[in-house]
């Protein structure tokens, strides 16, 4: 164990180039879908928490569902879409980048939408009562709220690119796990272990966790931030 | 300007029905009563924040200014929150200076403390230009000598103005102060009108003897 540790730890330094290549596809994937998720997650969490219509408990509650979306169901879902019986399948999309980027959108906008969505619901009424006190439109009304919502953006991002980071079921079922093609951290380890080889399955999980380390100290300092 | 009369029903529960009123330009109006008599939203009401029964418009052709009860300071300093309503550095300076928060102009305003967070609010209020402004209770979380201060504050501002000022409070001796008029309210209908040292000193009706006694006035 100790041995396999040290040297997971000259893999990371050696800069080798299967691990390397899973790093860039892991980060191409991951940034993508959580910069995906943000642009559509961020408009949608606002009208949610701030707008009143009819329909929007249902959304609510749809929304909250696909939260808690199991990945592989997530995957499951996209398979049956993508693959040769499937309505999409003249697209070839299945085991490529772009649909791992696609399923991870599906799975980690809600999270951003439900972020925000709390958020919003709690401050825009003071706000939109302070501000119409003041005879301000909605276009300066909805400037100040997203002026508010700067740190929850930020906050609703690293927990979109976190999940994205650590997710396995659904890039293992779109994606294949194809080396040095569709292989990103997580699916790489679980396929390095499957075969007995563990050093560059470590090597992966210490950079994970160290990822996850740095997005939860972010995390945290952002809290600090809100809190005040 | 005169108010239309107006209700406002909450799930089929009447909560207020008040008839025209009158608020002179220029003057303290005061509305007093005891908690859940509807005070806050008719003031809300005026502002338009909330909607009377049928949308039916209270005022028209007229410009609110509302503070409301709970300040809200946005996520900036707190110079620049007052500047958001209206661009003259210098009345904000003025403002701030009067109410003692000119040293924390550029602290981030959600730093402040309950009461700072009401001065700078009320600084914020008093840089626009309204017909009408109403006031909830703002000076409810202020020490004694900031009350005073704002107290005159708004005498001032209203006289120089010649704007409508309804003033929301709990305090008969801040409605005594500062009022030319009073309004009571009770369970959502008005009890009393008049001028305030009518109504405040020698009610004719026996629930506002009522609520003066029971604040010990």
């Avoid at chain 1, 080396?179 to 090597?203: C, D, E, H, P, Q």
């Avoid at chain 2, 309004?183 to 004719?204: D, F, K, M, S, W």
Wanted: hydrophobic share 45%.
């Amino acid at each position: 164990m100790g041995s396999s540790v040290q040297k997971a730890i000259e893999l990371i330094f050696s800069a080798d180039p299967e691990l390397l290549n899973i790093l860039s596809t892991t980060a191409r994937v991951s940034l993508t879908s959580s910069i995906l998720a943000l642009l559509l997650g961020v408009p949608l969490g606002i009208l949610y928490g701030a707008g009143r219509f009819p329909g929007r408990k249902t959304l609510l509650i749809l929304n909250r569902t696909l939260m808690g979306m199991p990945p592989v169901v997530c995957g499951l879902l996209f398979y049956m879409l993508f693959s040769g019986v499937g309505p999409f399948r003249h697209l070839k999309l299945l085991f490529t980048v772009k649909l791992m980027i696609l399923a991870q959108v599906v799975l980690i906008t809600p999270i951003v939408v439900g972020t925000m969505e709390t958020f919003v619901a709690d401050t825009a009424p003071e706000l939109r009562e302070t501000a119409k006190g003041l005879g301000f439109g909605r276009g300066k009304r909805f400037r100040l709220l997203v002026n508010e919502c700067v740190y929850p953006i930020f906050s609703a991002y690293l927990l979109a690119f976190a999940r994205a980071i650590a997710e396995v079921g659904a890039v293992a079922m779109v994606g294949g796990a194809i080396a040095w093609k569709t292989n990103v951290m997580t699916t790489a380890i679980m396929m390095y272990t499957n075969r007995g080889s563990f050093t560059l399955g470590i090597a992966l999980g210490l950079i994970l966790l160290t990822l996850s380390l740095i997005v939860n100290v972010a995390l945290s300092l952002m809290q600090g931030r809100l809190s005040r | 300007m005169k108010t239309t009369a107006f209700t406002k029903t909450y799930n089929k529960r009447a909560v207020l029905s008040l008839p025209e009123m009158e608020l002179p330009d220029g003057q303290i109006t005061a509305v007093v009563g005891p908690n859940g008599s509807g005070k806050s939203t008719f003031a809300k009401i005026l502002a338009g924040i909330e909607p009377a029964d049928g949308k039916k418009k209270i005022l028209s052709g007229v410009s609110v200014g509302y503070l409301p009860q709970k300040s809200f300071a946005f996520r900036m300093s707190t110079e620049k929150n007052i500047l958001q309503n209206g661009n003259d550095p210098a009345r904000a300076a003025e403002l701030m200076r009067a109410l003692g928060i000119e040293p924390l102009a550029k602290q981030r305003a959600k730093k402040l403390s309950g009461g700072e967070t009401a001065r700078m609010a009320l600084c914020r209020i008093l840089m626009g230009r309204y017909d009408l402004l109403i006031l909830d209770e703002p000076t409810a979380a202020m020490d004694m000598e900031s009350t005073l201060a704002a107290e005159e504050l708004i005498r001032e501002t209203c006289s120089e103005q010649g704007c409508a000022t309804l003033l929301i409070t709990h305090s008969i001796q801040q409605a005594r102060r500062l009022a030319e008029r009073a309004i009571v309210l009770h369970r959502g209908e008005l009890v009393e009108t008049g001028t305030a040292e009518q109504v405040l000193n020698e009610p004719r009706q026996e629930l506002t003897k009522r609520f003066l006694e029971y604040y010990g006035v």
